[in-house]
């Protein structure tokens, strides 16, 4: 029986694969050649579930923020029958004139190293080989400092596998400001990234409501119950969690007031927009953007809203409680 192949890798055996080809591939040869697929084609998995997989992993890319390109017959370009897939290297390469220094390459080649080795595919690994078969020394050693991180939250490959096999799914869910995680049961949907968090989109059984929730407050393990939910759920379901993050991130957004040139100046102001004496910046999260303000110290001040104003202060006096013994 074949080796299991874990929806991230798969992702990233597809990048790879319309990474590495000129004129595309079709949704065939995805699936008859890319390892992922491959193996469940050889099972005898069904062809149109196949295509179903390889649809939502189109989407997974894309809403990483990877390019994939659809080209039709080349005669009728409006004809996508036999239609061929690529990511462009021309919007995904860096560009021709940047170079990096050995310090560069070093800082870069450490940020690989926070990865573990088991967390990449074989094919990721074969790619960072023929990276280094272009002559790059990029084993520049950097001493006394290598973190090791996982490569994604732990419940993103049990996740993962209950969409791809519509499997009803409980977890340990901790709300802020609770004492105790509650149990979740969900039909999850889709899987999406925003602000550099992933987030699980689905139904909750118990309320029988559409709900998004924040990987990082699953407490526990994902555990599939044996109910499954209609596949069918799961079309457009990544557009729709997204546009509804997007929806909270814009219509969320905090007056500040920083110090010019403060840490809190620098980082925010990325996200920012000139707003009066201050700025204004949009917010997924409140408890985890309260966290953030609170983490500036005096750098920073917030204007509005007044609920974000009170969590960045009962923040600041926690602190101010653990270094004084509760002593005001």
Known sequence: MPDKILPEERLTNLAVALMATQIGLTKQQILENVSGYRQRSGTGAKADALEKMFERDKDDLRALGIPIETIGDLADPNDLREARYRIPQAEYDLPADITFSPADLAVLTLAASVWREESFSQD???????????????????????????????????????????????????KPGEDAPLLRRVSPLALVDMENRWHVYGIDVDRDAERTFLLSRVVGDVIANGETFDPALRDGAGERALAGLKAVLD??????????????????????????????????????????????????????????????????????????????
């Open 251 to 328: 219509r969320s957004v905090a007056q500040l007031e920083v110090h010019a040139g403060s840490e809190a100046a620098l980082r925010l102001a990325r996200r920012a927009d000139p707003s009066g004496s201050g700025i204004a910046v949009h917010y997924l999260d409140p408890e985890i953007f309260a966290d953030e303000l609170a983490s500036y110290g005096p750098e920073v001040r917030v204007l509005a809203p007044e609920s974000l104003r009170e969590a960045v202060i009962g923040r600041l006096q926690a602190t101010l409680a653990s270094h004084t013994g509760g002593a005001q």
């Open 124 to 174: 990721a690994q074969s790619g960072l080989r023929k990276i280094r078969a272009l002559g790059i020394d990029v084993d520049e050693p950097i001493i006394g400092f290598a973190p090791r991180l996982e490569l994604t939250h732990p419940s993103f490959a049990p996740l993962q596998d209950a969409i791809e096999h519509a499997r009803v799914v409980s977890f340990p869910y901790l």
